[in-house]
């Protein structure tokens, strides 16, 4: 699919676009209609007419399904994506025969490079004047400080040239200014950081509304730095991303529906929030004496007929629980590489991602399951997750009942429950009272091998296999099977 409106064009002949042809405010009015439809699991909505913007549509709930998403993305399962950055890797060379060898792979890999484009449909039009007034910005909540951008694609580059294309909310300011809410460690606050330690006054960032699916899952999925996230694009898409590179340096999708150029002025910061976050609370960075950069938009390029892109957010579960899932089953490859012993992973959707994670492991030694909880919050993104329960491989992570079953029959709290004080944690926590530093709640709930019982052992029931054997008839014949 070429773009966002190839996407929506897709999700219409599957039957899971509503069309509103009623006019709503971008103002608490679209957002209440799409959590209403989210939840109901009614699919994608197109508002046709959103009132004091009469140039635009407006768009969300774009990621409908797990599976809705694995189909436009054209894999038999999520797992393959996170696989193909693997196998770049396995294919490098090593010696002159594996060089020849390795030739057809890397021509191949080839494939998903990005592309830097002459032309972008979204020069068409441009306006210099009080730019961030002409975009219909939601606002979500009632109490929410301003109208938000929330679904922004951040698009810089650190010093270091690693391109980023990341999903960090946006409060408007005025017509020409908006806060980037970056956390201290997402990809844009270290290469804001960069640029401060070198007293570089200006870092060029442009902000791009809309694009193909797999660019728009891209930009919120942890890609581990240094990677660069345009070229992991390609591997999401199935093929690399068109880019257009914008007057002030910075590379952004060229299939967007509109894009801001502007900078950050890294002396310059703001009070940001409250903003009803996907937690189901408020979010006050200002109480916790937090500030945020300032984006300056210096212009605005859109497309005809633009069209425009929200997320919302609120208790789950919303469509960032739908994102949470597959960016899930795209990473399990990827950790596997850190830690072998993975079998799987469930973040429940209504652990709102960050706050409770589900690991299954192949134990070999003791002790396994508590250096597994270690090396997780010491990996990327799961930095942050707040709870994490590690099982063994015959329990099925995404079965509650079973993990509760392990928890309860292999878990002595004294001995395998490990809990961290003043870790890094979400800074979106409600629950912490100072973040971002919290603490971790670690559960072993593996099966325990004779030297972590002291040598006890203790024997699980099983059937008599002659018994069941003779009863296979009447099985059949009473209970269906």
Aim: net charge negative; glycine share 8%; with cysteine.
């Amino acid at each position: 699919m070429r773009d966002m409106r190839d996407y929506l064009e897709w999700l219409e002949r599957r039957g899971e676009l509503i069309r509103v042809e009623e006019e709503l405010s971008p103002e608490l009015e679209i957002p209440a209609f799409l959590r209403k439809a989210m939840y109901g699991k009614k699919g994608a909505v197109l508002f046709e007419r959103v009132k004091g913007y009469p140039e635009w549509k407006a768009v969300g709930n774009l990621f409908t399904s797990v599976e809705t998403l694995r189909e436009a993305l054209g894999v038999a399962k999520l797992e393959e994506i996170g696989e193909r950055p693997l196998k770049l890797l396995e294919s490098l060379p090593l010696g002159l025969s594996d060089k020849l060898s390795s030739l057809g792979k890397l021509k191949e890999m080839s494939n998903y490079l990005p592309k830097i484009m002459r032309k972008a449909e979204f020069t068409r039009n441009v306006i210099e004047e009080e730019p961030l007034d002409f975009i219909p910005a939601f606002k979500t909540w009632p109490k929410d400080a301003s109208r938000y951008l929330t679904y922004p694609l951040v698009c810089f580059s650190d010093p270091r040239g690693v391109n980023s294309i990341s999903v960090y909310r946006v409060m408007l300011l005025d017509s020409e200014r908006g806060v980037v809410h970056w956390q201290v460690h997402k990809r844009g606050s270290q290469a804001w950081q960069d640029y401060l330690e070198r007293n570089d006054g200006k870092m060029p960032v442009a902000i791009a509304i809309g694009s193909d699916i797999g660019t728009l899952l891209t930009a919120v999925s942890p890609v581990p730095y240094p990677m660069d996230k345009l070229l992991f694009a390609g591997f999401v898409r199935g093929r690399g991303l068109e880019l257009y590179r914008l007057p002030n340096g910075v590379l952004v999708p060229a299939n967007a529906e509109a894009v801001i150029e502007g900078y950050v002025d890294v002396n310059e910061l703001s009070e940001e929030g409250p903003f009803g976050d996907h937690f189901g609370f408020y979010d006050r960075p200002s109480e916790r004496n937090e500030l945020y950069p300032v984006f300056h938009a210096q212009r605005l390029y859109y497309r005809d007929d633009p069209i425009y892109y929200g997320s919302v957010v609120g208790k789950p579960p919303l469509e960032d629980a739908v994102i949470g899932k597959a960016i899930e089953r795209i990473f399990l490859p990827l950790m596997r590489i850190v830690l072998p012993e993975v079998v799987d992973v469930n973040f429940p959707e209504y652990g709102v991602f960050q706050g409770v994670a589900i690991v299954s492991i192949k134990k070999r030694y003791p002790g396994q399951g508590k250096k597994v909880l270690n090396a997780l919050w010491g990996t990327g993104q799961m930095a942050l997750t707040k709870v994490i329960i590690v099982v063994s491989e015959d329990i099925n992570p995404h079965d509650i009942n079973q993990v509760i079953w392990a928890v309860a029959s292999f878990v002595n709290p004294e001995r395998d429950v490990l809990i961290i004080p003043n870790a890094h944690t979400d800074a979106l926590d409600p629950a912490v009272p100072n973040p971002p530093l919290g603490s971790k709640l670690g559960i072993d709930a593996t099966r325990k091998l004779p030297l972590e019982m002291n040598g006890r052992t203790v024997e699980e029931v099983e059937e008599d296999p002659r018994v069941v054997e003779r009863l296979e008839e009447l099985f059949r014949k009473y209970l269906g099977g």
